[in-house]
Antibody, heavy 122, light 107 residues
Framework: QVQLVESGGGVVQPGRSLRLSCAAS????????MHWVRQAPGKGLEWVAI????????YYADSVKGRFTISRDNSKSTLSLQMNSLRPEDTAVYYC???????????????WGQGTTVTVSS | SYELTQPPSLSVSPGLTATITCSGD??????VSWFQQKPGQSPVLLIY???KRPSGIPERFSGSNSGNTATLTIGGTQALDEADYHC??????????FGGGTQVTVL
């Protein structure tokens, strides 16, 4: 079935970098916009970033702008999140999710990965 | 920045209707999605574009959106509906916003 699988999480010291990946399978990856969404322990969902279906546009939450970079490789059906200058408040489960956006209208984040955990601690 | 406000918690008796609100400035001008999340699991899309259900979502889940408030209604609430529910919208700057989430308890 349609699947997203995140990887790359771990424990990292403040100020260091980490790169997350999301592997897509069994759907036409290049047709969908993709999000990263995170959830700190015991907290609600927080949107992180979005990239358009072709990678030409990216938008970021203010909390990560200038530190995180979202990218995609449609030839490999892979989404990435490069996280630099990590802070303790970036500690969370990070999910990737697909979004069918047609003519600037979202049809919802209908497929989510299982999440990968990032812990920023000294 | 744009904010969405949800009640932190809600209790409902089995078989009754649960109504979860999500408030934001002129929210009715935006499309709203709703997600269900059970402990230790990833979110599941319940409603998109205010009131549309993806295939496989039971009809007891319905949504509406007008003015400053969007509403998720669970009709005939069942024990398996016990979960956190999150609303989500887009602001005018192409940013995605989530509400704080509502924990629904069925008892």
């Amino acid at each position: 079935q349609v699947q997203l699988v995140e990887s790359g999480g771990g424990v990292v010291q403040p100020g260091r970098s980490l790169r997350l990946s999301c592997a897509a399978s069994r759907f036409t990856f290049r047709s969908y916009a993709m999000h990263w969404v995170r959830q700190a322990p015991g907290k609600g969902l927080e949107w992180v970033a979005i990239i358009s279906f072709d990678g030409s546009s990216q938008y970021y939450a203010d909390s990560v702008k200038g530190r995180f970079t979202i990218s995609r490789d449609n030839s490999k059906s892979t989404l990435s999140l490069q996280m630099n200058s990590l802070r303790p408040e970036d500690t969370a489960v990070y999910y990737c999710a697909r979004d069918d956006i047609q003519q600037m209208v979202s049809f919802g984040m209908d497929v989510w990965g299982q999440g990968t955990t990032v812990t920023v601690s000294s | 920045s744009y904010e969405l406000t949800q009640p932190p918690s809600l209790s409902v008796s089995p078989g009754l209707t649960a109504t979860i609100t999500c408030s934001g400035d002129k929210l009715g001008d935006q499309y709203v999605s709703w997600f269900q999340q059970k402990p230790g699991q990833s979110p599941v899309l319940l409603i998109y574009q205010d009131n549309k259900r993806p295939s496989g979502i039971p009809e007891r889940f319905s949504g509406s959106n007008s003015g400053n408030t969007a509403t998720l209604t669970i009709g005939g609430t069942q024990a398996l509906d016990e979960a956190d529910y999150h609303c989500q919208a887009w602001d005018t700057s192409n940013y995605v916003v989530f509400g704080g989430g509502t924990q629904v308890t069925v008892l």
